[in-house]
């Protein structure tokens, strides 16, 4: 079948067009730089095609040599801009991605499970390997323990002995299971949770959430008490801190958020101390609370952990003004979390004695 010799220069007319709104694409956010990239070589590939084809009788006329010239200027124009994109650009408009180049050493990564006591500690150099053996970024993983238990040194994973690397509700693998403790899996050893956690971020990755933006709203839903928005820009942080960028692949200092501004504020807060603030938690309302009231507490300077004196269990939290506790009952689901107590009110002195009263003398007669 021949085509007629008007739908030629109006083919490439069309693919001229296409290929200018690329670029507004781009700028609405409607199209990433990878997807750019992507079209703009189908469009090139379908005009030399076009042009491959038809090329001689093209030439025969004379009117149509400017505005074949103009197409394939137009056209090489793009492909040329598209393509110098840096790949850090693409990379960046992607996110933080699970699948990546170790940002970690092996030597960091369980220097840092050594010296914040991790119970992990003694199985590093394993675990490391085990991530790998995934096609996990390490680091990544790391983040994720970090910022779940502080490498179980507090919360469940710590009073519980739950092994759990990403405090995950339920065990992926049937044979790694251990039971369960106030709803979150107990794994036997490290190397059965981190296997678990490293097969549920592939188990995400294959659903297309490849990234820890995609991946986190799902992994820390709000409707769990989490807020994404924070527990993501932490888990960023904390990578760019280990590998030594800038930035980890992805924005750190651009967060949006949804809600009233005092929210916004305080999360920030808590985030330029590397502290996740969570609303419903006791501790950050009491904090509010007390704000509100005109007693504040300072900035939070670590997240809360568990302390033990002479077998009494404590939750504490340290903020730049005062320490705040609570008191454990022996059976923890009977704790009362409301119980929110302040260091300063513990060593403030006793009152006073008032004065002495003079006992009454009964009058002579």
């Known amino acids: 079948m021949r085509w007629r010799t008007h739908g030629e220069p109006l083919a490439l007319t069309i693919l001229v067009l296409l290929g200018i709104s ?97 119970p992990a500690a003694p199985y590093g150099n394993e675990l490391y390997d085990i991530i790998r053996g995934y096609g996990l970024d390490p680091a990544v993983a790391l983040a994720f323990f970090q910022h779940e238990s502080q490498y179980c040194t507090t919360g469940r994973c710590a009073r519980s002995g739950l092994q759990n690397w990403g405090m995950l509700r339920r065990h992926i693998k049937q044979e790694r299971n251990a039971g369960l403790v106030d709803g979150f899996a107990r794994y036997a050893t490290w190397q059965d949770s981190v296997r678990d956690w490293s ?56 967060r949006a958020y949804t809600g009233p501004l005092d929210q916004a504020l305080i999360s920030e807060t808590f985030l330029a101390s590397s502290v996740v603030y969570y609303p419903n938690w006791a501790f950050h309302q009491y904090m509010l609370a007390e704000a509100r009231a005109g007693r504040p507490l300072g900035v939070p300077m670590d997240e809360s952990r568990i302390i033990t004196l002479d077998g009494q269990r404590f939750a504490v939290q340290v903020f730049a003004l005062d320490t705040l506790y609570t008191p454990i009952a022996p059976v923890e689901s009977q704790t009362n979390w409301s119980d929110v107590r302040r260091l300063s009110d513990l060593l403030a002195p006793p009152p006073a004695p008032g004065p002495t009263a003079t006992p009454l003398v009964a009058p002579e007669r």
Do not use: C, H
């Open 22 to 118: 690329l670029v507004p694409l781009l700028l609405l956010g409607l199209l990433t730089p990878l997807q750019l990239q992507q079209s703009a070589i189908v469009l090139a590939w379908m005009a030399v095609s076009l042009l491959a084809l038809r090329l001689p009788a093209l030439l025969q006329r004379e009117s149509r040599r400017l505005g074949l010239l103009v197409a394939m200027v137009a056209l090489a124009g793009i492909i040329v801009g598209v393509t110098a994109l840096p790949p850090a650009a693409s990379a960046q408009s992607q996110g933080l991605t699970f699948r990546a180049a170790p940002r970690i050493s092996q030597t960091n990564f369980s220097r840092i499970l050594a010296n914040a006591g991790s």
């Open 199 to 254: 097969e549920l971020m592939l188990g995400y990755i294959n659903r297309g959430m490849d990234t820890v933006e995609k991946a986190v709203p799902v992994y820390a839903p709000t409707s769990d008490g989490n807020v994404p928005t924070a527990y993501i820009n932490a888990i960023r942080r904390q990578v760019a801190s280990w590998s030594g960028s800038a930035n980890a692949g992805a924005d750190v200092t651009l």
